[in-house]
């Protein structure tokens, strides 16, 4: 990634396979969902009564205290991240509620945003996050490409959610059959699409090649490996290749996170990884 600081000197590659064996156990996206409940089920997730907030002035972006839409004070990290979960648990069960879309939202956020969470998701026409979260106007910062890959473009992005909006929470979102993880696959095992000859699409491989790379040998699903791999080499990206966030993220005022979801079912996991636990300890 050009122009981005790095931490202790490694490259891309060499930060993510240098790490590879200090990976922490499973993030914990649903906090407060009982031991032995599926975060997707709708009974374990504890829930606040929705009050609808009227249309009011709302003060410039990046100067007034951000607010959600029960209009309270900015979520905390572990807050943002309950209500992601809470949303998917909503999408998985079919009752989404599909907040915050009338016409009084869209008056309130007119003049402002302060989206509680920011997610960098791949571009595939199946994973909208607005829709698996069951968010609306103004709740969600979305970034997307394929891959869910983090270059200058898409870094600068996420700073300004978390700068100038208020983000407290950065969430890199893999998916289950991710075609250019795939690709990355073929191309690497010597079978690239001549459809890609002439295109950018290589690219976004060269971005992706070191999870594919990284999956152990013998591995039975290759792809869905290297999908959950390259969800957590992109959040840590984000941790080493930005001062202000990862400030933040060790003031325990920002969490980034990885996650894989899946196409069948719709739920939301967690991928192997706390980028700030990894980067403290390669430190």
């Known amino acids: 990634m050009r122009n981005a600081p790095r931490l202790i000197g490694l490259s891309r590659r060499g930060l993510i396979l240098s790490g590879a064996g200090l990976l922490a156990a499973p993030l914990a996206l649903a906090e407060g969902v009982p031991d032995g409940e599926s975060p997707a089920n ?21 100067h007034a205290a951000p607010t959600d839409h029960d209009g309270e ?30 016409a009084a939202r869209r008056q309130l956020v007119a003049s402002g945003q302060h989206p509680f969470a920011s997610i960098l998701a791949c571009a595939d026409s ?15 910062f979305v970034v997307r490409v394929a891959g869910n890959v983090v270059d200058d473009a898409i870094l600068a992005s996420i700073e300004y959610s978390v700068i100038h909006l208020g983000s407290t929470l950065v969430m890199v979102l893999g998916h289950e059959r991710c075609g ?49 791999l390259n969800a957590t080499n992109t959040a840590v990206e984000i941790f080493a ?18 996650a894989r979801y899946d196409l069948d079912d719709g739920r939301v996991s967690p991928t192997r990884g706390d980028p700030k636990m990894l980067m403290t300890s390669l430190g």
């Not at 073929?186 to 491989?205: C, F, K, Q, V």
Request: proline letters at 8%; charged letters at 25%; zero cysteines.
């Open 73 to 102: 004070a900015a979520s905390s990290p572990e807050e943002a991240m309950q209500r992601l979960m809470a949303g998917n648990a909503r999408y998985v069960s079919a009752r989404a509620t599909h907040p915050n879309l009338d």
């Open 241 to 258: 290749g930005s001062r202000p966030l990862r400030e933040r993220v060790l003031a325990g005022k920002l969490r980034i996170v990885s």
């Open 42 to 62: 709708p009974a374990a997730v504890r829930r606040k009564p929705v009050h609808r907030a009227q249309p009011k002035p709302h003060a410039a972006e990046g």
């Open 126 to 140: 199946r994973v909208a996050p607005e829709l698996i979260f069951d968010q609306g106007l103004g709740d969600l």
């Open 180 to 228: 250019a993880v795939k690709a990355t696959v073929d191309a690497l095992a010597g079978h690239p699409s001549e459809e890609d000859a002439d295109t950018r699409i290589g690219a976004l491989a060269k971005l992706i090649a070191p999870a594919v790379k990284a999956v152990p040998i013998n591995t039975v699903d290759v792809v869905d490996s290297a999908v959950s």
